[in-house]
């Protein structure tokens, strides 16, 4: 059996997204209840060293576009969004809603084929700023780039949330956008 490139990138790519969200109403409503102002989550960082709630959840959004394969395929980074649109919860729900759209609107025949291609880029977005990368094809790309970001961004933005006390658990990450597709909730016996 082999594996469509549309099926390994855009279902899972809406699911995570959509559980990021649900993270987000959560996370607004323990502030809320905590007495605790919305930059105190937003700012938070793992590490001195890390970058903060914000920038996770902009360069899981720029990676979600740019692991969407397609004719006319550009790279987007994180820093590609302007620095306004992420100081809210409202404006970090509506960059998700923008990028669940886009990938909404992706068509399997626009995927599909497209894992042949070479993939190059400039991790900055233009030649010559950040770091350049290729790849082969596609499916190294997704595997050995766009993937393990996308993964670490959401891996941390969640545990940024549990740090500072949002009540998240395994089920919120797995499924907090909405219920698995291929199983039912236990029955009570």
């Given amino acids: ?17 959509k559980n990021t969200d649900a993270w987000l109403q959560k996370a607004e409503a323990w502030a809320n209840e905590n007495g605790k102002s919305e930059d105190d989550l937003l700012s938070a960082r793992l590490a001195p060293d890390m970058r903060d709630f914000v920038y996770q959840i902009l360069a899981l959004c720029a990676i979600a576009r740019y692991s969407v394969l397609r004719e006319g395929w550009v790279y987007t980074s994180a820093t590609t969004f302007p620095p306004e649109q992420g100081r809210t919860f409202k404006e970090l729900r509506a960059t998700i809603a923008d990028v669940l759209k886009f990938v909404e609107e992706v068509k399997r025949e626009d995927v599909d084929g497209q894992e042949g291609r070479e993939y190059t880029f400039w991790t ?66």
């Fill in 1 to 17: 059996m082999s594996i469509a490139l549309y099926d390994i990138t855009v279902p899972v790519l809406l699911r995570s997204l």
């Fill in 124 to 189: 900055g977005g233009e030649k010559g700023v950040g770091y350049e990368f290729g790849f082969e094809n596609g499916i190294k790309f997704l595997n050995q780039f766009a993937f393990p970001n996308f993964w670490f961004h959401t891996t941390t933005a969640y545990a940024i949330l549990r740090m500072k006390g949002v009540q998240l658990g395994k089920a919120d990450f797995l499924a907090g956008g909405g219920a698995f597709d291929s199983t039912k909730a236990p029955s009570a016996a």
